[in-house]
C-alpha cells in the first residue's frame, strides 16, 4: 500500500531555546522549527561554537542528545558553557535545504548552597521505537550533593 501526503512549502526558520544551570548541573537545549516541518525533517547537526558536538555515543561524554536529536542535553554545565554559543543545523529533506539556527548560549549561574534536587526540565518525554531497541528518557535533575537517582 502506497500512501501520499501532500506538503505545501513554506517559510521556515529554526532557532534554539536553553534552560538556565548552574555550574555542575545539566541544561537542556532544543531545537525549534514548525511543527509541519519537523514531522519530515531531521537534525542534521549541533554545533558549540563552529565545532560539531559529535553524535557517536549516546551514553558518555557531556552531552546527549535525545528525541532524535531535536533536544541536546549538556550534562555537567561549567562556566565556559555561558560563553559558547550553541546552535542546530536541520534538514529539510524534501527541498535538501539546510538551515543553521542563530546560536544562543546557557545562562550559566555559580552553585548555590547545598540544595535539594530539583528538576530541569518540566515537561513529559516520550519515545516512540521497535520492540527489542534501547531507548533513553532523561531524567534532569540538579542537587548538591550529586542526588542519586534510579
Known sequence: MISVSTVVWQDWQVRVTSTPAEVGGPALL???APASLREHASVA???RDDAVLPAADRLAGNTLLVEDG????VRSVTTDDSRAQYS???LDPLTGERRRST????????????????GISHNQWEAT???????VLPCLVHADPPAAVT
Open 30 to 32: 532544543t531545537c525549534v
Open 45 to 47: 547537526a549541533w554545533y
Open 70 to 73: 531535536w533536544r541536546l542535553v
Open 88 to 90: 542546530c543545523s536541520v
Open 103 to 118: 546560536p544562543t548560549s546557557i545562562e550559566v549561574t555559580a552553585t548555590s548552597a547545598a540544595s535539594a534536587p530539583r
Open 129 to 135: 521505537v521497535r520492540r527489542g531497541v534501547d531507548v
